[in-house]
């Protein structure tokens, strides 16, 4: 048996994988904040998590892992997409914030269903979990972590000696280094807000500090104690490198103080940025892409092998070029694949690629020196269906859809109606589809 090994941000090394449970393996991977379409960066945690996910049910058993992977519905972005969105309405701004983030998750769930993740096995909202962030912040108060100042409830960080310990550093450097909110309310300028005020146009909810709302780090940190129920530590956190800090590091400041000290997670992993031909994503460059723009002309198979292509810990640079290899590749796979009988072994230098820190790009290289057999264990494992016709028309592409408008076409040129034939054509064409007319009829292809 291969032993599971993956990189902990905390001790900075990579370690041996055993679990606190091993029929009950715990992992939390922050959500995404619910307010627009998800970009392609959004989806890598989505699918490295969902392949570790995969991987340890493969190891431990379906039925003994739990992953819960949280929607962020309280966020002062939301917040402000809400207030636009209402307009003149005379409604609760809550009923708008619902509104929006029900439109935008179920979104998220479609692209990231299209790029072949499963479901977590959970799916708290903070909206929901209301009651246990109230709570942790009353037993930080209790326990001298937290103090009420001006309407606000804020950590104190000088109860924590070992605050900084994930991202490694020290009070001063963070002080120096980050755009910290310096309020004159604060005994520390490191103190960052459990709970804040909320006027008559923000999500609120009562509390024992009056109407307000939970600071983004406490949302995950009640949200694990709540969903996890009955344990303080789970034992993998996941999420992208820039929630390092200070989002998890105040996780495990709020969650370990209430908790006794016990630690929030035994393993952090964090996967690397992932850029845009080969420039920072930004909506000023023109290169912010989202995955649901992506699938109007890609595969969602062919998305996710792009991604699977490099190592997560890795930047990564997302390129069209990329995204036609990632075609190719699995084009020739899938139907080398069909010739197998999916034997449903895992090939030993397959898994053990795999259970070395997630190392997909040699797990890969070893599937391109893979029998039919192999192939096609490898690739499900990986979280693909090795089915050609998946490969052959784009994910979201309505075969019959294309289909009634050949038959269209057809009869429009047996009227001699060449404009509206032609316009069909260019309509498809749009969409990505080329068409070709042959001997025995019309075929269409999706454009590379
Ligand atoms: P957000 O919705 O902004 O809270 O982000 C959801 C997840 O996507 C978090 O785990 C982020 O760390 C991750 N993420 C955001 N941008 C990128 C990017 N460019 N590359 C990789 N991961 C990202
Ligand atoms: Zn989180």
Redesign the pocket.
Request: with cysteine; aromatic share 4%; charged share 10%.
């Given at each position: 048996m291969t032993t599971l090994r993956l990189y902990n941000t905390l001790t900075r090394t990579k370690e041996d994988f055993g679990p606190i449970d091993p029929n009950n393996v715990r992992m939390y991977?922050?959500?995404?904040?619910?307010y627009d379409y998800?970009?392609?960066?959004?989806?890598?945690?989505?699918i490295v998590f969902d392949v570790l996910f995969r991987l340890l049910r493969h190891i431990y058993g379906a039925e003994h892992v739990t992953y819960v992977r949280n929607i962020?519905d309280i966020?002062d972005k939301i917040n402000a997409r809400a207030l636009e969105r209402r307009g003149g309405r005379n409604v609760p701004v809550l009923d708008v914030v619902r509104e929006l983030t029900e439109q935008t998750y179920g979104v998220y769930r479609d692209d990231v269903t299209a790029l072949g993740c499963l479901p977590p096995s959970a799916m708290p909202r903070a909206t929901e979990n209301i009651a246990p962030m109230i709570a942790m912040t009353q037993a930080l108060i209790a326990g001298g972590h937290a103090y009420e100042a001006a309407g606000h409830v804020l950590f104190d960080v000088s109860s924590k000696p070992d605050y900084g310990k994930l991202s490694r550093r020290s009070v001063d450097d963070m002080i120096a280094g980050a755009r910290v909110d310096v309020a004159p309310y604060k005994k520390n300028p490191m103190d960052f807000v459990l709970w804040k005020p909320s006027d008559a146009n923000t999500p609120g909810w009562d509390s024992p500090w009056g109407r307000g709302r939970p600071g983004w780090h406490l949302e995950c940190s009640a949200m694990i104690q709540s969903t996890f129920a009955g344990t303080d530590t789970i034992d993998i956190h996941?999420?992208?490198?820039?929630?390092v800090f200070p989002h998890h590091e105040n996780e495990i400041a709020q969650s370990e103080s209430a908790h006794h000290a016990h630690p929030l997670a035994k393993v952090w992993m964090?996967?690397?940025?992932?850029?845009v031909e080969g420039e920072?994503?930004s909506k000023s460059l023109g290169n912010f892409v989202t995955i649901n723009e992506l699938l109007k002309d890609w595969p969602g198979d062919v998305l996710r092998f792009n991604m699977l292509r490099s190592h997560y810990r890795q930047p990564?640079d997302w390129t069209v070029a990329g995204m036609r290899e990632s075609w190719n590749t699995l084009e020739r796979w899938y139907v080398e694949a069909g010739a197998g009988v999916g034997s449903g072994t895992i090939s030993q230098s397959f898994l053990a690629a795999l259970s070395d820190d997630l190392n997909t790009p040699q797990a890969i290289a070893e599937l391109h020196k893979a029998g039919p057999d192999d192939l096609a264990s490898g690739l499900m494992l990986l979280g693909f269906q090795p089915q050609p016709e998946r490969l052959a028309s784009k994910a979201n592409v309505d075969a019959d859809a294309i289909t009634a408008l050949i038959e269209a076409r057809l009869a429009a040129r047996k009227a001699k109606d060449f404009k509206e034939s032609d316009r069909i054509r260019d309509e498809l064409l749009a969409q990505g589809i080329i068409l070709k007319d042959g001997p025995t009829g019309t075929t269409w292809e999706v454009k590379k």
């Open positions: 991977v922050c959500g995404p904040t619910v998800a970009h392609i960066g959004n989806a890598r945690p989505a962020t966020d996941g999420g992208g490198i820039d929630l964090h996967n690397g940025f992932l850029n920072k994503m990564m």
